[in-house]
Structure formats: structure tokens, C-alpha cells
């Protein structure tokens, strides 16, 4: 084939992601594996049996239309004026993708030109980092640095330059559990405003904040025609493998964002729309519920890991927590997880690959805590025979 490499240089070195590395290293040991965020259980039976119902009556069997089925739409306006008092044209401003990768991937696609900068949180959801080389834009990283993990809003004006075009946001923020607050969040739309930046927002986990609230970025003072916003279903339900997701935005920006998401999987996940239409209309208790249930999952394994001897960086949201292994004579979390399932029989992820700067979370490793008590419980009891 010659001497020229067949991987498109964009995506060089990327490779195999962390989380097929070690959910496959999880599987080859036995080990418990509080890698990859994904429950171990799954989510309401009203909710699964709404998908069945829709299986068997041949809803969603042969192709749904484009945006998604009108039903979801629906269903996603009515949750964003529920929760936020936002209102949104379910024909024209929600756009269904297969999950909320997709919806990134689709919204990068459509947004950036060759050269463009998009400043996003370091350490970086993976996914990020691959959709934008796809784009032929270039990454800047805002890093949040432990033990706070707060955004420098000085340092992201500092970041800002002509060739700026997007901000990624993510919060509740994918690995480090920090939730922006209203008055960072204010502060970011007065420079997305002031410089006219388009934002994308990440708030897959805006029903899991433990401490504080979500505040949608969407809402502030000229947001809305410059926001796309996306979620799914899959971590608020615990139906991760049925990869439905959602944008909501401007006419314009869901329209950009649906040229590009039809060259991808034009549609997808049928049936499960159906039920997922129904998810979304649960009472308030379910969510109330939900969020308890994984804040007591969440201190379960903070004092697990803390008595452990990790230092704990306490998340005010997601699925997982992050620590520092230096307490432990530990310094290289790649080697330290790689290592960890042959010592004890339980998968982590080295937070070190959500960086630029490796060196930054060189000792960072973070575990998820979305899984059922008694494996939480045999988890910590592993890690400190470790």
C-alpha cells in the first residue's frame, strides 16, 4: 500500500478509545469495572416496556422520519419549558441524533471551517477531541485545574482570538464532576455575546448535580440564537445503550446541524424514541429520585475511596468522581490503571487521556459510581487490599 498511512492524519494517534481498552481488559480479568460510565442496571420498567409496546405494535420498526419521531420532539420542547422555562418549536428547533456523540459530532461538522478554534474544557470528553480534528478545526483547551476545577474566565478571554468561532461547554462537566455556576455561566455568554462565538453546550448529566442546580446557557441574554444545546436519554434514564439524544436551537442552527446529522446516520433507535417520549414525562419524583439514589452511590465510594487512601476530588455532578493517586506512592495513572484489574480486580480510567497537556492529570484517575451498592461495596473493599 506504500508508505502513506492510511488513518486520516486529523485522527493520528487517536486510535482505540480508553473505554474499549479497559471494558475489555474489565471483561478479560473479571474485574469490576467502574471505568465506563454505564449502569449496571437498568432504568424504569414503565419506560422499557414502552419500547416493547412500541416493537410490537411496528412503531418505529422501519425508518423514523429525519428529525425524529414527532412525538420525541414533542416530548424534549415540553421537557425544556418544564425544567427551564424555555421554549422551543418542536418542527423546527429539536433535532433528534443518535445519542448526544452524535449530536456533537454533527454539530462540529456543521459549524467549523478548516482552521477554526473552538475552546473547550481540559480535560476534554474524548469524543470532543476526534469530532474536532474531523472538522479540520483546532482545539484550545481551558484547563480546569484540581482541587477546584473551576473555569479561569480571565484565562478564557485570554484564549479568545480572530480565529475563534465555537465554545464547547459541558456541565455538568465529563471527567471532573464540576457544575458551572450562574455567575460563570453569565460570565460566558457576555463573552460569547462581546465576541460574537457560537456554543455549543454538552448537559447530558443535567439531572445528576448534587450540588448547586443546572443553569442551561441557552437561557441567558442573547444565547438563544448562538446555543445549540444537547442531552440524551441514556444517563438520565440508565438506557445508555439505546443512544437517543437531542439538540435544541435556533431554527438556523438546527437546520445546520441536521444537514450534516443526515450524512451520518440519517436516523436511528425507532422504537426507543417512543418510549424515550415517554421517559421525558415522568413526575418530578422520578427525577428527584434518581438524583438521591446516585448522590448516596456517590459518598458510598468517595469514603470508600478516600479510606482507600486516593485523595477524593468531591463531583457536584455526572457519574463519576475523580482522585489524585500521589497519596498512594503513585504517580502515572495510565500505568496505575492499567495495572490496578491484575492487583485488585477493579477497572478505573486515567484521567491523563482527556488531556492535551498529559502531564496536567498525569495522577488523575476516575472512577464511576453509577452501579448497583453491593458492587460499590466490593469495589472499595478490593481497592484497599489492593
Known amino acids: 500500500m506504500g508508505a502513506r498511512p492510511l488513518l486520516n492524519r486529523r485522527l493520528a494517534g487517536m486510535g482505540t478509545t480508553i473505554f474499549a481498552e479497559m471494558s475489555a481488559l474489565a471483561t478479560a480479568t473479571g474485574s469490576i469495572n467502574l471505568g465506563q460510565g454505564f449502569p449496571d442496571t437498568d432504568g424504569p420498567e414503565e419506560v422499557r416496556e414502552a419500547a416493547v409496546r412500541a416493537l410490537r405494535d411496528g412503531r418505529g420498526n422501519q425508518y423514523p422520519p429525519g428529525p425524529g419521531i414527532p412525538e420525541l420532539r414533542a416530548a424534549v420542547a415540553e421537557h425544556q419549558q418544564r425544567f427551564y422555562g424555555l421554549s422551543y418549536d418542536p418542527d423546527r428547533e429539536v433535532l433528534v441524533t443518535a445519542g448526544a456523540t452524535e449530536a456533537i459530532a454533527a454539530a462540529l461538522l456543521a459549524l467549523l471551517e478548516p482552521g477554526d478554534e473552538v475552546i473547550a474544557f481540559e480535560p476534554f470528553y474524548d469524543s470532543y477531541a476526534a469530532c474536532i480534528a ?21 484565562e478564557l478571554r485570554s484564549l479568545i482570538t480572530p480565529r475563534t468561532r465555537l465554545l464547547l461547554i459541558n456541565t455538568p462537566h465529563n471527567p471532573t464532576g464540576t457544575v458551572l455556576t450562574a455567575e460563570e455561566l453569565a460570565a460566558i455568554a457576555e463573552l460569547a455575546v462581546e465576541h460574537d462565538l457560537l456554543v455549543i453546550t454538552d448537559e447530558v448529566y443535567e439531572h445528576l448535580v448534587f450540588t448547586g442546580a443546572h443553569h442551561p446557557l ?89 479510606d482507600a487512601g486516593f485523595r477524593v476530588f468531591e463531583p457536584q455532578g455526572t457519574y463519576f468522581i475523580t482522585t489524585d493517586i500521589t497519596p498512594l506512592g503513585e504517580k502515572d495513572g495510565i500505568e496505575f490503571c492499567r495495572e490496578l484489574p491484575a492487583r485488585c480486580g477493579v477497572v478505573a480510567i486515567p484521567n491523563a487521556v482527556f488531556y492535551d497537556n498529559t502531564d496536567i492529570g498525569r495522577s488523575q484517575v476516575r472512577f464511576a459510581f453509577c452501579k448497583r451498592e453491593s458492587v460499590l461495596r466490593e469495589a472499595v473493599e478490593r481497592l484497599r487490599g489492593r
Open 218 to 306: 441557552a437561557a441567558l441574554p442573547g444565547m438563544r440564537e448562538r446555543t445549540v444545546a444537547i442531552s440524551s436519554a441514556g444517563k438520565t434514564f440508565s438506557f445508555t445503550g439505546w443512544k437517543v439524544g437531542w439538540v435544541t436551537g435556533s431554527p438556523e442552527l438546527v437546520a445546520a446541524v441536521r444537514t450534516a446529522k443526515q450524512y451520518l446516520t440519517y436516523v436511528s433507535a425507532g422504537p426507543f424514541q417512543y418510549a424515550v417520549a415517554e421517559a421525558l414525562r415522568l413526575p418530578d419524583a422520578y427525577y428527584d429520585d434518581f438524583r438521591a439514589e446516585l448522590r448516596r452511590k456517590r459518598d458510598l465510594l468517595a469514603t470508600g475511596l478516600a
Open 134 to 154: 474531523m472538522a479540520g478545526a483546532v482545539r484550545v483547551p481551558l484547563t480546569l485545574r484540581q482541587p477546584a476545577f473551576r473555569p479561569d474566565l480571565d
